[in-house]
């Protein structure tokens, strides 16, 4: 089950269910849309669109919104009699697992659990979660659920491809140190340690790739040595050729697996990464540097140099984090849940 928009959990079912389905594994239905689904992956059975839960929005206006496309799933979901549902956004696990009890359903989760949830939605997330298996995509994310209650099981996010086009990406070190970030320009993101840091160290170079409400905050507050790229589609060419990426994310970005991070050091490029960051444990297993979340803590870290040398992971590490790896895993959890109905 998915959403109308297109983004990094969108992209995890149709990796993972491209794969099963191409090995004559499984096969799948998408409840709900996706822009960029392929009818070759599997059929797709609509349900009404309906918006992410957010606090930006009233919440009572959000639940009568929800009402309609939750009820056509549950409709689907017990006329097909599904061997598995797959359910990964809080507005279904908040409400199909009770209602779906004695079906099987595998839950993933993609960052940690928000800390500005409304009252009562982490203890009614906790119950609703007994009736699932709840797949973690990282040992942080696993972490924020355990603090609830929520047993999990971690299945990391997978290497991502390196080709555009089907022309392999290849790391082009540049002759200047250049810091590149890439994601969504809001404050949660903490951008502005970067910035500073780039204030510290006026010789280097700062690149900031991507588009969000608060571009134009970060643009009247930057120095001369910061140079905004907008929206860059793809991205990997700019992530091969700089010195660093960099990911300024605290806890409440909510950061699980950053696909930014997977990219660069599939390529072989150096990750500076907050050491408060969710994902920061991850980091560190695919030999990344963590710095102290202040701008002076990463013009620190930018300013020695063994930070900055490029440093592939071993062919061992990739092996086990390669695309077919994550979706066997996922084929032997599916397995296991239609044959005895357990949960992680």
């Known amino acids: 089950m998915s959403s109308d928009i297109s983004g990094g959990g969108e992209q995890y079912l149709y990796r993972l269910y491209s794969h099963l389905v191409k090995d004559g594994r499984v096969t799948v239905d998408l409840v709900g849309s996706l822009p960029q689904w392929p009818k070759v992956v599997g059929a797709v059975r609509p349900v009404g669109r309906s918006p992410k839960l957010t606090r930006r929005r009233g919440l009572i206006f ?3 919104s929800l009402v309609a496309p939750m009820i056509n799933s549950y409709k689907i979901a017990k006329r097909k009699s599904y061997d598995v549902i797959h359910v990964q956004y809080f507005k279904e696990k908040l ?9 099987p359903i595998l839950w993933t989760e993609h960052g940690p659990l928000p800390e500005n949830f409304p009252p009562g939605g982490l203890r009614l997330l906790a119950r609703q979660s007994r009736y699932c298996s709840v797949v973690a995509v990282s040992k942080g994310v696993s972490e924020s659920l355990l603090s609830q ?3 999990s099981r971690v299945i990391p996010n997978p290497m991502p491809s390196i080709d555009v086009g089907g022309v392999q990406v290849e790391r082009r070190p540049p002759a200047a ?5 890439a994601g969504r320009l809001h404050r949660s993101k903490r951008i502005e ?15 900031i790739a991507g588009d969000g409400p608060d571009r134009g905050y970060y643009e009247s507050i930057s120095p001369e040595n910061v140079q905004f790229l907008g929206l860059v589609t793809p991205v990997l060419p700019v992530v091969a050729s700089c010195s660093a990426v960099v990911i300024t994310s605290g806890r409440e970005a909510r950061e699980g697996s950053p696909m930014i991070m997977l990219e660069a050091r599939r390529l072989g490029v150096p990750v500076l990464i907050a050491e408060d960051c969710h994902a920061a444990s991850e980091a560190r297993e695919l030999l990344c540097t963590t ?6 803590g990463l013009a620190k870290v930018i300013s020695d140099a063994a930070s900055l040398v490029s440093q592939k992971l071993p062919e061992a590490s990739l092996r086990l984090r390669s695309e077919k790896v994550w979706a066997d895993a996922h084929y032997s959890l599916i397995r296991e849940i239609c044959r005895d109905g357990s949960r992680s």
């Open 177 to 181: 140190t250049s810091l590149l970030f």
């Open 291 to 296: 710095f102290y979340p202040t701008g002076e």
């Open 193 to 207: 340690l970067l910035i500073e840091a780039a204030r510290l160290k006026p010789e280097i170079q700062v690149l």
């Open 149 to 151: 209650g929520i047993s």
């Open 62 to 64: 959000q639940i009568f």
């Open 95 to 103: 409400t199909l697992p009770f209602f779906l009890r004695g079906l």
